[in-house]
């Protein structure tokens, strides 16, 4: 059976035509006076932690900004976030308690108090106490069922904490949860800084990009892109097709790819997705030649190939030279780059050159000021960093799930509902 549908694709087409939220609508914290009053700021502190310590601070630091605004102009700030899945269970995994005093650290002098509880009695306590310019990060809002249900009785227990909803947490906003989307019904809301700069460049990119435009679609598996790749082609000028999902493309065209990663079942899919690319004028960009190698690890011997030549006990780990040269050719035409997932095996030593390269590539061309460059998603991130050029495009988001659902061209529940209940 064919459990890959091409229906998928009919299905996407028509979110593309679903119109987005007028983001004109959605107040900011510019200007706003907090003076005295409780800010309960919705933050996506799910960050990475291993034996209770942080392990990347990024998402800490780039709501600082929004923090520090709040804490200068005397609000009392009420911190919530979730981290993990718990489920509706405590866990000492998934406790905040780490990430609090990781903030405390972050914010300098402010100080920060951690509140055992997001509701409740203990919650409305640690916030009487609080005093203006402080800040209370509270326990874990998935130790209870009703914020991933979306619960009013819970998004109203939130609400009475405070006086005015932020929503500073973009990286979440693909969840119709209690926290972000119930809540904005019940108080005044706002978004945060880092909220409104990744709504702006993900419109930019995307809405209304300056073209030309392309993006870059990497993963191992069309069958998790099928949206993304839909909404895609009827957006940009170029698409390029990269990573193990490449293959399967490669292969739905006849292109010998070995034993390559492939999903024989998505071939119909491909075909309806160069179909439709075609019909909207877009490129589809594939690799034409490859590093293959024998096996998927760190060190494996390697060899260059054109299309035609990768030999059965082979596998297609990053794109060739050739490949990776006529891309740059194409970056310096463009305007505007959207970038998600890399182009190979780059977690396994030298299948990241193609990936590293073009980022930097990518990078030299938005220090010049010749293109505007977005990315996101864990693993272009990851890449990134290793690239050395993490900072240097002109926008990398914070999230993974979300920014994903933007490209698929969906609209982000926890966006719509503060344009519902902005200006
Ligand atoms: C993320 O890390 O993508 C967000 O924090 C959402 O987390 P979730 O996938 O557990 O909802
Ligand atoms: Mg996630």
């Given at each position: 059976?064919?459990?890959?549908?091409?229906?998928?694709i009919?299905?996407?087409?028509?979110?593309?035509?679903?119109?987005?939220?007028?983001?004109?609508?959605?107040?900011?914290?510019?200007?706003l006076?907090?003076?005295?009053?409780?800010v309960?700021?919705?933050?996506?502190?799910?960050?990475p932690?291993?034996?209770?310590?942080?392990?990347?601070?990024t998402?800490i630091t780039?709501?600082?900004?929004?923090?520090?605004?709040?804490?200068?102009?005397?609000?009392?700030?009420?911190?919530?976030?979730?981290?993990?899945r718990?489920k509706?269970?405590?866990?000492?995994e998934?406790?905040?308690?780490?990430?609090?005093?990781?903030v405390?650290?972050?914010m300098?002098?402010?100080?920060?108090?951690?509140?055992?509880?997001?509701v409740?009695?203990?919650?409305?306590?640690?916030?009487?106490?609080?005093?203006?310019g402080?800040?209370?990060?509270?326990?874990?809002?998935r130790?209870?069922a009703?914020?991933?249900?979306?619960?009013?009785?819970?998004a109203?227990?939130?609400?009475?904490?405070?006086d005015?909803?932020?929503?500073?947490?973009?990286?979440?906003?693909?969840?119709?949860?209690?926290?972000?989307?119930?809540?904005?019904?019940?108080?005044?809301?706002?978004?945060?800084?880092?909220?409104?700069?990744?709504?702006?460049?993900?419109?930019?990119?995307?809405?209304?990009?300056?073209?030309?435009?392309?993006?870059?679609?990497?993963g191992?598996?069309?069958?998790t892109?099928?949206?993304?790749?839909?909404?895609?082609?009827?957006?940009?000028?170029?698409?390029?097709?990269?990573g193990?999902?490449?293959?399967?493309?490669?292969?739905?065209?006849?292109?010998?790819?070995?034993?390559?990663?492939?999903?024989?079942?998505?071939?119909?899919?491909?075909?309806?997705i160069?179909?439709?690319?075609?019909?909207?004028?877009?490129?589809?960009?594939?690799?034409?030649?490859?590093?293959?190698?024998?096996?998927l690890k760190?060190?494996?011997?390697?060899?260059?190939?054109?299309?035609g030549?990768v030999?059965?006990?082979?596998?297609?780990?990053?794109?060739g030279?050739?490949?990776?040269?006529?891309?740059?050719?194409?970056?310096?035409?463009?305007?505007?780059l959207?970038?998600?997932?890399?182009v190979?095996?780059?977690?396994?030593?030298?299948f990241?050159?193609?990936?590293?390269?073009?980022?930097?590539?990518?990078?030299r061309?938005?220090?010049?000021?010749?293109?505007?460059?977005?990315a996101?998603?864990?693993?272009?991130?990851?890449?990134?960093?290793?690239?050395?050029?993490?900072?240097?495009f002109?926008?990398?988001?914070t999230?993974?799930?979300?920014?994903?659902?933007?490209?698929?061209?969906?609209?982000?529940?926890?966006v719509?509902?503060?344009?519902?209940?902005?200006?």
């Open positions: 059976m064919n459990d890959i549908a091409t229906s998928n009919a299905r996407a087409a028509n979110m593309n035509g679903g119109s987005k939220p007028d983001f004109s609508r959605i107040r900011t914290v510019d200007g006076d907090v003076k005295g009053k409780r309960l700021v919705r933050v996506d502190f799910n960050v932690m291993q034996d209770g310590e942080v392990t990347d601070t998402r780039r709501v600082l900004p929004t923090l520090k605004q709040l804490v200068n102009g005397g609000a009392k700030v009420i911190v919530l976030t979730h981290l993990g718990p509706g269970q405590r866990s000492p998934t406790s905040l308690a780490p990430v609090a005093a990781k405390a650290e972050l300098g002098g402010t100080k920060v108090h951690f509140i055992k509880d997001c409740g009695e203990e919650a409305k306590r640690g916030v009487d106490a609080l005093k203006p402080e800040v209370a990060l509270l326990e874990n809002l130790y209870h009703g914020e991933e249900k979306n619960d009013a009785g819970f109203k227990q939130l609400a009475e904490l405070g005015i909803y932020v929503d500073d947490a973009f990286s979440s906003s693909h969840r119709a949860h209690a926290s972000v989307e119930a809540i904005t019904y019940l108080l005044p809301s706002y978004a945060g800084l880092l909220m409104m700069a990744e709504i702006r460049a993900l419109d930019r990119a995307l809405e209304h990009p300056a073209r030309p435009v392309m993006a870059i679609a990497g191992a598996k069309v069958s892109k099928i949206q993304v790749l839909t909404n895609l082609t009827a957006r940009m000028d170029q698409l390029v097709l990269a193990g999902m490449a293959s399967t493309f490669l292969y739905a065209q006849g292109v010998e790819i070995g034993k390559s990663l492939c999903q024989p079942d998505a071939v119909p899919v491909v075909k309806e160069m179909a439709r690319a075609k019909q909207h004028g877009c490129e589809i960009v594939l690799p034409h030649d490859f590093v293959v190698a024998k096996e760190a060190g494996a011997e390697w060899q260059v190939c054109d299309a030549s030999q059965p006990d082979q596998m297609i780990l990053d794109m030279p050739k490949s990776i040269a006529d891309l740059k050719r194409r970056f310096a035409e463009m305007k505007t959207v970038w998600n997932g890399p190979g095996a780059f977690e396994f030593e030298p990241g050159s193609g990936t590293f390269e073009l980022m930097r590539e990518a990078a061309l938005v220090k010049d000021g010749k293109l505007v460059a977005i996101g998603g864990g693993d272009t991130v990851a890449a990134l960093n290793i690239a050395g050029v993490g900072k240097e002109t926008y990398v988001s999230a993974g799930g979300a920014f994903l659902e933007w490209l698929e061209g969906k609209t982000l529940p926890a719509a509902a503060l344009a519902e209940n902005g200006a």
